[in-house]
């Protein structure tokens, strides 16, 4: 993984910052429908007290789904983005989860890097299926893919 600059700081994101969230993954195309519900758990990551993005997870047993990870425009393609899954993957662990899953349209590439693979819709168990993004809000041609932790 490439470092740059000091490590990221993940805090938990509280209700009342899931506004910023939404107008941020708004903005990068990504679903905002469901963000109020209890299930998903968001963080926010912050290096030297600046936001530099946000991601979340839902955990179904002992698998995770990946979800609304988006690093903010001016850091990208500076190894944020991964040290924002890896950080993901250890809280997905910490909370019984031995595989991730995700959807994707254009980041097969980024996280094929970290250990990702794709995976066929029929094959992904049915607690993720059901939730939101899996159901209703991201397209069918979206590229699922799954790593075990």
């Known amino acids: 993984m490439e470092r740059h600059g000091p490590p990221l700081f993940a805090q938990p994101l509280a209700t009342w910052e899931r506004g910023g969230l939404k107008a941020t993954l708004a903005r990068a195309g990504l679903p905002v429908e469901d963000l109020d519900g209890a299930g998903p758990l968001f963080w926010r990551f912050e290096r030297d007290d600046v936001p530099v993005g946000f991601a979340g997870i839902e955990v179904h047993g002992t698998d995770a789904l990946l979800r609304s990870l988006v690093t903010l425009p001016p850091l990208r393609q500076q190894g944020v983005?991964?040290?924002?899954?890896?950080?993901?993957?250890?809280?997905?662990?910490?909370?019984?989860?031995?595989?991730?899953?995700?959807?994707?349209g254009g980041s097969v590439a980024f996280f094929a890097k970290r250990g990702y693979a794709m995976c066929a819709r029929d094959r992904v168990p049915a607690a993720i299926a059901a939730t939101a993004p899996f159901a209703r809000l991201c397209p069918a041609a979206a590229t699922v893919m799954v790593k075990q932790v």
């Open 81 to 104: 983005g991964g040290a924002m899954v890896d950080k993901m993957e250890i809280e997905a662990r910490a909370r019984g989860a031995s595989a991730i899953y995700l959807l994707t």
